[in-house]
Nanobody, 121 residues
Framework: QVQLVESGGGAVQAGGSLRLSCVASGRTFNYFAMGWFRQAPGKEREFVAAITGTGRRTYNEGSVKGRFTISRENAKNTVYLQMNSLNPDAPAVYYC??????????????WGQGTQVTVSS
């Protein structure tokens, strides 16, 4: 089993930045590819970004390329999502996920509980 706990969500003005963190426990962290998903009200959950177990390769959904960066610190069992230039399509609950491989599937092996991000104009 893997437990994932996100933090760092909150309210930000349009154009601002937030950094989300996700701490994992329970299994060898660097074994897992890690990802971030988001779900806006009334919409399906969608993929945002993913990173390999070593951190050498990352993948981003098209609309966040150049604005969001996923990274990880295996020594701290933590994955991050740096979000810059947040715009009105960003408000959502952001979920951390872990899976044994990439590409990240729609239903990864493990999910966090989510952290809310709100963007105001």
């Amino acid at each position: 089993q893997v437990q994932l706990v996100e933090s760092g969500g909150g309210a930000v003005q349009a154009g601002g930045s937030l950094r989300l963190s996700c701490v994992a426990s329970g299994r060898t962290f660097n074994y897992f590819a890690m990802g971030w998903f988001r779900q806006a009200p009334g919409k399906e959950r969608e993929f945002v970004a993913a990173i390999t177990g070593t951190g050498r390769r990352t993948y981003n959904e098209g609309s966040v390329k150049g604005r969001f960066t996923i990274s990880r610190e295996n020594a701290k069992n933590t994955v991050y999502l740096q979000m810059n230039s947040l715009n009105p399509d960003a408000p959502a609950v952001y979920y951390c996920a872990a899976d044994s491989g990439l590409p990240m599937p729609e239903n990864p092996d493990y999910w966090g509980q989510g952290t809310q991000v709100t963007v105001s104009s």
